[in-house]
């Protein structure tokens, strides 16, 4: 009887890592018909662009109106790089219950931390002192560092090859919507995918 | 003897080409069936060129045409209109991904799914396809006196001095 207790104890660390959403990290109703996975790069100039037009817009119609359950990724690209810090630092911020200032001020401030690699100073503008101190710690923990590590792994799994891709499940069925995108056509897709049972 | 070395090979390569190139269309078309029309109407909208209305005309048209084309291909029908639609097809997308890759857009490419980014290794499939697609388009306008004949076409014709044979005398 140990045997089979012992391999389901072993196989839980990766059914964990499966597709594990980060309750920090989501925003909405997580019973809402439609769930959006946003995986996306800080450094990206298209995520800073959806972060700031088109994400505010989603917020109000889908996710504060219990529609849709929205759950940040991180995938950093390898071509930028303070991206994989930037995101360290926001999972880290995610713990003391920080992560939606700290994006905001990531994607608004980007130009500037992308050239001069002020990163921490930026997430730090958002944080208290004592927050300061427990973010710093916690972005070279190594578990924060494996959370940013599963989003990648699960983004290449989900075959996401841009940034931002917007992974929309609906009823088991995932539909990726990848790079910049008009909000109105966005709009009709959620509408007409909640409206099919 | 030359000619009937040349004549199998290159009634193989066409059949190949026709048959990749229908095949590649036939994937094309059902990649974008199976997904809600709106899926594609939001990547050819990324490309900013399209009033909305014709943006919902080409989602939802697009698709049914690559399918009527890529099914024309596979069989071996009507193979100038066939090719030279293809070509033309293929010359405007590929002529769209180049002008959308060179002002540094980050877009979905729409070719097959919604979320394949333009990149160079697009850029590269397309051209080749294209490449394919205007091979294809030069067989089929070939004159026939230039085609290529094989000895088993040549013993398929009626005995010319046969028929000859009144006017010799």
């Not at chain 2, 199998?8 to 190139?21: D, G, N, S």
């Not at chain 2, 990547?43 to 697009?62: F, N």
């Not at chain 2, 045409?65 to 100038?80: H, M, N, W, Y």
């Not at chain 2, 000895?151 to 005398?169: G, H, M, V, Y």
Request: charged fraction near 20%.
């Amino acid at each position: 009887m140990k045997l089979p207790v012992y391999l389901l104890l072993a196989t839980l660390p990766a059914l964990a890592g499966a597709g594990e959403i980060d309750k920090a990290k989501a925003f909405g109703n997580p019973a809402a018909p439609l769930t959006i996975e946003l995986f996306s790069d800080f450094q990206c100039p298209a995520c800073r662009q959806l972060h700031l037009q088109e994400l505010p817009m989603i917020m109000r119609d889908y996710v504060n109106t219990g529609k849709a359950y929205l759950v940040y990724k991180e995938f950093p690209l390898p071509m930028h790089p303070h991206s994989r810090e930037a995101a360290a630092l926001a999972c880290a911020s995610a713990r003391v219950g920080k992560y939606e200032q700290v994006a905001d001020v990531l994607f608004q401030t980007q130009p500037s931390w992308a050239e001069s690699g002020k990163v921490y100073e930026t997430v730090a503008s958002v944080l208290t002192p004592a927050e300061q101190k427990k973010v710093q710690t916690l972005a070279k923990d190594p578990a924060i560092l494996s959370e940013v590590e599963q989003d990648i792994q699960e983004g290449q799994r989900e075959r996401v090859n841009q940034t931002p891709t917007m992974l929309i499940i609906r009823n088991g069925r995932k539909y990726p919507i990848g790079g910049s995108l008009n909000y109105d056509l966005l709009r009709r897709f959620f509408d007409d995918l909640i409206s099919k049972q | 003897m030359t000619s009937s070395r040349n004549s199998k090979p290159l009634a193989v390569l066409i059949w190949l080409v026709r048959l990749a190139l229908g095949g590649i269309f036939l994937y094309a078309a059902w990649a974008k069936l199976r997904d809600p029309w709106m899926l594609f109407a939001m990547a050819i909208d990324a490309y900013k060129i399209l009033p909305p209305w014709a943006v919902m005309v080409v989602a939802r048209t697009l698709p049914w045409f690559e399918l009527a084309l890529g099914l024309v291909l596979v069989t071996g029908r009507l193979p100038k209109i066939s090719s030279v639609a293809a070509s033309a097809l293929l010359a405007v997308f590929l002529g769209l991904m180049v002008r959308a890759y060179a002002q540094g857009q980050t877009i979905a490419c729409g070719c097959f799914s919604t979320n394949e980014a333009i990149s160079p290794l697009t850029l590269a499939r397309d051209g080749s396809l294209l490449a394919g697609a205007l091979f294809l388009v030069v067989m089929s306008f070939r004159p026939k006196k230039e085609r290529v004949v094989s000895p088993a076409d040549l013993s398929r014709l009626p005995d010319l001095e046969e028929a000859q044979r009144p006017f010799q005398s």
